[in-house]
């Protein structure tokens, strides 16, 4: 029996009196007492629900931990506290919605345009990385006491990673825009496409219910084809003309209605032809993922998929039993070690195979090293079908959690694990960068090296071309070589931040060292290079965002950009202009502008 208080009832009285005998104070009882009962407890339930994700949610923030760990953590809290504060079930029930959502938002943003942008490389490799590991889990699945059809489900789980916890370290470390960055989302994007076929076929595969799976399979994936096709073309037709009419209308709620009722109307059909909830909600996102209006529809959905998410993961928290750690400490090292061990192998592996270097596989995979919120959805899916056991459950996201918790640290042992790679002499040919040069260096002198070839460094190599100023490139990106090659610029393909690189294009007679590559890291380590073998070398970098501007400015680097920056300072300039502002006070007050945000910026450094 759950603690409830008596409170009396507003506007009546307790004592004998006319206020018990009136018609409104009798329908205030009554729906009062309704409130009270089983039904009026759900209101209760989801709101200490979210307050419990508020709260958790702020301390993991204070830690600077993904929220995902806050949320989890303020239902665990609800969970080992002696009062019961909810019923779990409740709050299951607004956490699927979290799930459809979720899902939705995860469909609609693949667009095929975005999963181009990712290149094939981090594609390929992400496709052959979520098998390998499949075939990982049915490998240790013994190890743990499970079955082959639990094995499937554990490497499954396995397989994906968080993709909110890798951009978020990914920022962390100004690397989004590195190679190893880039492809590490892209592999991301292929294990988001992967679990289409996972939520839909798992709950068969793995159930424990059905004996022979291949007809059960023959009749989900007819079942699945027509239901895709038919999302598909209500996705193309029906559902943009509906969303047209509450454009036209200039309603944001009717657009919003629009948008929710097409996600849940189609997980709910999903759910009727006998596949999950999830699993509609994602193909009723994809079905819109081509629409003009997929952006706004993106942006309407954004609120209420964190709120109802935030309310899943407030459910696994009250679900986690932590005895678990101690009784199963064998599995879950076991779980661990696949996790950050074997399935980091398996992405250097498979990027290897697929002529990747390893020197960029390294820093991907231990980005990649964890699992991700949609392990949790398939586990879900595991109890649901009989799969995993409640103790298996526990154990999944004991691992899940542990490894989010350290994925910021990971990164760290890139460069230890990429020396001692150069170290050993099998290793040591994947590991050292190639140098492929396309055009005669040996006569450069008086030129500039750029470094990077994105949008910054293509306007620069047009004003040099225009003067006839000579410069050579220097890109990682094998496709921009070849097309730099086939136009007849010097281009050399390698890592700048390699020594062995830089001396191949004759920086010591260069004019000017231009590092413009978004990656702060990379870019730091290249100018510690090149200044400490070349003093009086003219060095400009591009700094990412403030926290790499001091780095930069300590090697020393002869000019720092931050491009936010500068472009608010032309903003100004215009801005000013136009209140007549011009000559020495606009350019007095631009200067002033700059020397105080770099003076800022090293305050702030120095005062961390």
Known sequence: MRWRARLPVPGCVSSAGSAWASEDCRRRFTSFAVAEGA??????????????????????????????????????????????????????????????????????????????????????????????????????????????????????????????????????????????????????????????????????????SVEDPLPTLGSAFVSGAMLVAAVYLVGLKVAPWLLDRAAFMRSHELFLLGSVSFALGVAALSQFAGFSLAF????????????????????????????????????????????VVVTRADALVTLLAATLLGKGAIVVAAGALLGQRARMLVPAALVLATM????????????????????????????????????????????????????????????TQPVEIHGDTEGLRNHTVICGYGRVARELASALAARRFTYVVVELNPEIVATLRARGVPVAYGDAANPVVMEHLRLERARLLAVLIPDGVTAELICQHARSLHPR????????????VNRLRAIPVSEVVQPEFEAGIEVINHALRRYGVVGPELAQATMGRRAAFYRRVTSEEEGD
């Not at 899902?103 to 345009?113: K, N, W, Y």
């Not at 949790?376 to 595991?382: E, H, I, S």
């Not at 109890?383 to 899940?400: C, N, P, Q, R």
């Not at 070398?537 to 790499?548: G, H, Q």
Request: include cysteine; hydrophobic fraction near 55%; glycine fraction near 10%.
């Open 39 to 208: 039904d009026g407890r759900i209101i209760q339930d989801l709101v200490t629900a979210i307050v419990a994700a508020y709260i958790g949610g702020l301390i993991a923030q204070r830690l600077r931990q993904p929220v995902i760990l806050g949320y989890f953590l303020g239902g665990f809290a609800m969970n080992v506290i002696p009062i019961h504060f909810v019923d779990s079930h409740n709050v299951e029930i607004f956490a699927e919605l979290g799930v459809a959502l979720l899902m939705f938002a995860v469909g609609i943003e693949i667009s095929p345009r975005e999963i181009r942008s990712f290149g094939r490389s981090g594609l390929l490799v992400g496709f052959v990385q979520v098998a390998l590991t499949v075939a990982l889990g049915v490998a240790i699945a013994p190890m743990m006491g499970m079955s082959l059809r639990q094995g499937i489900l554990i490497g499954a789980l396995l397989a994906l990673t968080s993709t909110v916890v890798t951009i978020r370290v990914l920022l962390a470390r100004s690397e989004t825009g590195a190679p190893h960055g880039r492809f590490a989302v892209g592999v991301c994007v292929a294990q988001d496409i992967a679990m289409v076929p996972m939520v839909a076929l798992l709950p068969i595969l793995t159930s424990a």
């Open 280 to 323: 509609g909600a994602f193909l009723a996102g994809l079905g819109l993922a081509t629409s003009g209006y997929r952006a706004q529809i993106i942006g309407e959905v954004r609120t209420l998929r964190d709120l109802f998410a935030s309310l899943f993961f407030v459910s696994l928290g009250l679900l986690l039993q932590p005895y």
């Open 372 to 431: 991700g919120e949609f392990s949790f959805v398939l586990a879900r899916l595991g109890i649901a079908s009989g799969a995993l056991s409640s103790e298996d459950f526990d154990l999944i996201v004991a691992t899940a959690l542990i490894s989010i918790l350290i994925a910021p640290f990971l990164p760290r042992l890139a460069d230890p694990l990429i020396t001692l790679g150069e170290r050993i002499p099998l290793l040591r040919t994947s590991f």
């Open 537 to 548: 070398l003219d060095i400009v970098a591009r700094a990412v965002d403030e926290r790499v």
